[in-house]
């Protein structure tokens, strides 16, 4: 397994950005799929963007496609997502995640490693 984690995250108003990071450890960290999911206080833990292992195949939630950019650098077992446009509703606990399965980050229940998380506030 490979284990993650994250920082960046912290204070931000809206219409700001943040880039969170995820650092990895194991030797296989390019033959894992890559993600990043939020949850916010009440709510259950939701898919945000989505990496393949070797940075070819990429997916969004349509909450935040065109603002945020998730990428990776293997050769420094990184995974980073870059958020633009900042709104109230991005408010959350981001955690970094990884898959053997692409299909495995749509949801929680297939994760096969979690980060720590990181908290992401924006105000108002």
């Known amino acids: 397994q490979v284990q993650l984690v994250e920082s960046g995250g912290g204070l931000v108003q809206t219409g700001g950005s943040l880039t969170l990071s995820c650092a990895a450890s194991g030797r296989t960290f390019s033959t894992y799929n890559m993600g990043w999911f939020r949850q916010a206080p009440g709510k259950e833990r939701q898919s945000v963007a989505r990496i393949s292992g070797d940075g070819s195949v990429i997916s969004y939630d349509a909450s935040v496609k065109g603002r945020f950019t998730i990428s990776r650098n293997n050769a420094r077992k990184m995974v980073y997502l870059q958020m633009n446009s900042l709104k109230p509703e991005d408010t959350a606990v981001y955690y970094c995640?990884?898959?053997?399965?692409?299909?495995?980050?749509?949801?929680?229940?297939?994760?096969?490693?979690w980060g720590q998380g990181t908290q992401v506030t924006v105000s108002s």
């Open positions: 995640a990884a898959s053997v399965y692409y299909s495995g980050l749509s949801t929680s229940s297939s994760v096969d490693s």
